[in-house]
């Protein structure tokens, strides 16, 4: 499977800041995802990233608040703007899901907002 | 709307006593059903994906079985390093997100 690489691995960040996420895979890959992990809760997808076109985001979740990069087919950035308490969260990048082969993860960012 | 529900939300065993772990889920037409194992400060690891019902998996002391509301993850004579957190995702037809469960915490005191 894919090695996943996500930096930085954590952070502590002063609310109104953005931080920007990078996911780098060592192969080359069509769909990249980005999810969520707040403490005691689902692992909930925020966007899917295709490279050449604009992300698909999900419910709840907005370009403005999480904008995304996909420059090519290994590489991928989320960021995280205008940050609050409420955005701490673990942040983890996904790559896979197609052709009936499972999604594999990074380690995630640990992101933490004062 | 998909759901899943794992239960239970943490288990403690002693080792080398067998249990099972329980992902219940609603979905309009599965296309698949993923176990991960996910340990403190990283991300998800794939166990297993499941098809259809009456499909098992098996991996060293771990064996996933599916029916059509849930599937289980039966743990046999586990040892300290199978302490993590479980997770369970289904996906359904076509190509929609996975949808997670809130996992189950696992704790195997020698």
């Known amino acids: 499977s894919a090695v996943i690489s996500q930096k930085p691995s954590r952070d502590i960040c002063q609310r109104g800041t953005s931080l920007t996420i990078q996911c780098q895979v060592d192969s080359q890959v069509t769909m990249m995802f980005w999810y969520r992990q707040q403490p005691g809760q689902s692992l909930t997808l925020i966007a899917t990233a295709n490279q050449g076109s604009e992300a698909t985001y999900e419910s709840g979740f907005v370009i403005d608040k999480f904008p995304i990069s996909r420059p090519n087919l290994t590489f991928s950035t989320l960021t995280v703007s205008n940050m609050s308490p409420e955005d701490s969260s673990i942040y983890l990048c996904?790559?896979?899901?197609?052709?009936?082969?499972?999604?594999?993860f990074g380690d995630g960012t640990r992101l933490s907002i004062l | 709307e998909d759901q899943v529900t794992q239960s239970p939300e943490a288990l403690r065993l002693q080792e080398g006593e067998s249990s099972s772990l329980n992902c219940s889920y609603t979905v309009s037409g599965l296309r698949g059903l993923f176990w991960y194992r996910q340990d403190p400060g990283k991300g998800p690891e794939f166990l297993f994906t499941l098809y259809s019902a009456g499909e098992e998996k098996e991996k060293e002391r771990l064996k996933a079985t599916l029916t059509k509301k849930e599937s289980f993850l039966h743990i046999t004579a586990p040892k300290p390093e199978d302490s993590a957190t479980y997770l369970c995702?289904?996906?359904?037809?076509?190509?929609?997100?996975?949808?997670f469960g809130k996992g189950t915490r696992l704790s195997v005191i020698a």
């Open positions: 996904s790559v896979g899901g197609q052709r009936n082969q499972p999604q594999h």
């Open positions: 995702a289904v996906q359904a037809s076509g190509n929609t997100p996975l949808v």
